[in-house]
């Protein structure tokens, strides 16, 4: 079964084409590297709750938009994988190295986790 990457992150609105270029540079290497689909989303309507939300899980402030991401892999292995490639201390991907390649946001407020799915069901066509 597939294994997914999920992502939330707070972006200046002022970075949203930085933030899509620079996710274009970086998707394009998991995907050589076996993932199935990369999809990145740029919050539209993304209300405040009255315990949490996710504005608040990302300390997103006014004048940040709230981005919603996954990676689709084929299996957590073949993720792992990439993962230990992209990273590699003695030969990094290139797209990864951060002083070239500046992430437009504050990376420390990233959630982000692996997640293996339990139901998946797709439209009757």
Known sequence: MTYIDGLVLAVPTANKAAFIEHATMINEGFLEYGALRVVECWGDDVPDGKVTDFRRAVQAD???????SWI???DKATRDAAFAKMMDPANPD?????E???????GKRM???GFAPV???????
Do not use: S, T
């Open 94 to 98: 290139p797209r990864m190295d951060a």
């Open 72 to 74: 689709e892999w084929p």
């Open 62 to 68: 006014a004048e940040e938009a709230v981005v919603f």
């Open 100 to 106: 070239k390649y500046p992430v437009p946001f504050d």
């Open 111 to 113: 959630i982000f986790g």
């Open 119 to 125: 139901y998946d069901r797709g439209a009757k066509v």
